[in-house]
């Protein structure tokens, strides 16, 4: 009963994690706003969205209960080829110019880089962003080891980078709590 209970729980959690993953995926792609998709999103248009994703959804589940474990291995590992090559060229493609405190620490941080100690008076009024500004010229201290002109692009790379290591490990983690 237990282990009936478990396999029913865990097939309802991968499913929700797969309707939630689309539905962050197509709000991702859909709210960019260099994209011009448009910013009326009327309630048809959420009720489109929600629907295609539940379809989505109802078919990659279907067909990974067919699939033999060897074959969602394999499965697995194209899906996360495809999302991290998206998300590269998203970041690669579509830039996100810094304004406001972003833009303050990613200058500081390039200025430290290059060796410029001046600090701007930004961070007397705002001392809490000092050390993710050194956090940030450290790492940027290594992309001028190897040469790298747009530290903006590489910034975004590393926070990529960052963001998956974490879900990576985080799923490991609940893998480990959930199906023993």
Same mark, same amino acid.
């Given at each position: 009963?237990?282990?009936?209970?478990?396999?029913?729980?865990?097939?309802?959690? #991968?499913?929700?994690?797969? !309707?939630?993953?689309?539905? !962050?995926?197509?709000?991702?792609?859909?709210? #960019?706003? *260099?994209?011009?998709?448009?910013?009326?999103?009327?309630?048809?248009?959420?009720?489109?969205?929600? =629907?295609?994703?539940?379809?989505?959804? @109802?078919?990659?589940?279907?067909?990974?209960?067919?699939?033999?474990?060897?074959?969602?291995?394999?499965?697995?590992?194209?899906? /996360?080829?495809?999302? %991290?090559?998206?998300? %590269? &060229?998203?970041?690669?493609?579509?830039?996100?110019?810094? &304004?406001?405190?972003?833009?303050?620490?990613? =200058?500081?941080?390039? *200025?430290?880089?290059?060796? *410029?100690? &001046?600090?701007?008076?930004?961070?007397? $009024?705002?001392?809490?962003?000092?050390? $993710?500004?050194? #956090?940030?010229?450290? $790492?940027? +201290? %290594?992309? *001028? =080891?190897?040469? %790298?002109?747009?530290?903006? @692009?590489?910034?975004?790379?590393?926070?990529? #980078?960052?963001?998956?290591?974490? !879900?990576?490990?985080? /799923?490991?983690? =609940?893998? +480990?709590?959930?199906?023993?």
């Amino acid at each position: 009963m237990a282990n009936l209970f478990r396999n029913y729980f865990s097939k309802f959690i #991968f499913f929700c994690g797969l !309707i939630l993953a689309i539905l !962050i995926a197509y709000s991702a792609i859909f709210s #960019f706003s *260099n994209l011009n998709f448009g910013s009326n999103s009327s309630l048809l248009d959420v009720s489109a969205i929600l =629907l295609i994703t539940i379809f989505t959804a @109802l078919l990659l589940y279907l067909l990974l209960t067919y699939l033999s474990v060897k074959q969602h291995r394999k499965v697995l590992i194209f899906f /996360l080829f495809c999302i %991290v090559a998206l998300q %590269v &060229t998203f970041v690669s493609l579509y830039h996100v110019i810094p &304004t406001t405190d972003t833009g303050y620490v990613f =200058l500081q941080a390039q *200025n430290l880089a290059h060796h *410029n100690l &001046t600090w701007s008076h930004y961070f007397v $009024i705002y001392p809490n962003n000092v050390n $993710i500004a050194i #956090f940030w010229s450290a $790492i940027y +201290e %290594v992309a *001028n =080891l190897f040469a %790298v002109s747009n530290l903006l @692009l590489f910034g975004s790379l590393v926070q990529l #980078f960052f963001l998956d290591f974490s !879900i990576f490990f985080s /799923l490991l983690y =609940l893998k +480990e709590i959930l199906f023993f």
